[in-house]
């Protein structure tokens, strides 16, 4: 898929996770966006740059770790995640959170800015992450960091039939290398090539937990990487789908829901000066 295609499905198929996407996923990958914002050693008053910020999930916490005397700056390609996090942030009474509509490849925001640039869950989407861990760089400060949270391997997750299953019924080619950068030290060597020293790795198991078959769906299909492409199925494709589904991850049932295995990949790095 060629890359201004590739960010235009992201930006719409995202667009249509929002309303879905806290549902389906707040809770399940809280434990592991912790974990990251614990490597990021957040400190007061620093100025954070939050990439690919969704729904607000990390960028609240983000918020509360640098307090008001910090400056929290949320990007995103889709302006339903952006509207949608800026909703839930003016509701919580922030007003040192600031969100802007922008390209993580390309972003227009001037050199050595930010303390810290910090993406959970978002490289993976992108045509040329390695792009964006250059923007990364660009972005922060000298002596700042950058910290990135991806999914790990493909056979470490319980969760991944979810793409062949979608994708035998439409080609979607959403995210073909998904799992890349998580997989041996991918994530590691592009920080490196990056030019980001002092690197920090960290890869962990993190059990996922959904409570029954209807939120299980909800973040496959409707809060996740495949929306867009099951937009487009009829009634009883969608059945079909939500039974294939449930099927391929039934050995992960606890009676009343499901405990889904999941393996992720941190990295951190500085940059020098």
Not at 33 to 57: M, P
Not at 193 to 211: C, I, N, P, Q, V
């Amino acid at each position: 898929m060629k890359p201004e295609l590739q960010r235009r499905v992201q930006r719409y198929g995202w667009d249509y996770s929002s309303p879905h996407y806290d549902a389906g996923w707040q809770h399940q990958l809280s434990p592991a966006q912790e974990r990251l914002l614990k490597k990021s050693n957040l400190q007061k008053g620093a100025k954070v740059l939050d990439i690919s910020c969704g729904t607000g999930l990390v960028t609240i916490p983000i918020a509360r770790a640098v307090g008001s005397e910090g400056e929290v700056v949320g990007i995103d390609l889709s302006e339903g995640m952006i509207q949608k996090a800026a909703e839930e942030t003016e509701k919580k009474g922030f007003s040192h959170i600031t969100f802007e509509h922008m390209d993580a490849e390309d972003l227009d925001l001037p050199d050595s800015l930010f303390d810290i640039a910090i993406n959970s869950l978002g490289l993976m989407y992108y045509p040329n992450p390695d792009n964006a861990i250059k923007e990364m760089y660009r972005v922060v400060k000298p002596g700042g960091r950058a910290t990135a949270l991806v999914w790990g391997r493909r056979s470490a997750c319980g969760w991944t039939e979810l793409f062949p299953i979608v994708d035998r019924r439409v080609e979607s080619d959403v995210c073909p290398l998904f799992f890349q950068l998580g997989t041996g030290e991918n994530l590691h060597k592009t920080f490196q090539k990056a030019g980001f020293e002092d690197l920090r790795s960290d890869r962990f198991d993190m059990t996922l937990h959904f409570d029954s078959d209807e939120q299980a769906i909800t973040a496959a299909f409707l809060g996740g990487a495949v929306a867009l492409a099951y937009r487009k199925f009829d009634e009883k494709t969608k059945n079909e789908v939500h039974a294939e589904y449930i099927e391929s991850i039934k050995s992960y049932s606890n009676g009343s829901g499901y405990e889904i295995p999941g393996e992720f990949v941190i990295v951190s790095g500085r940059k020098s000066g």
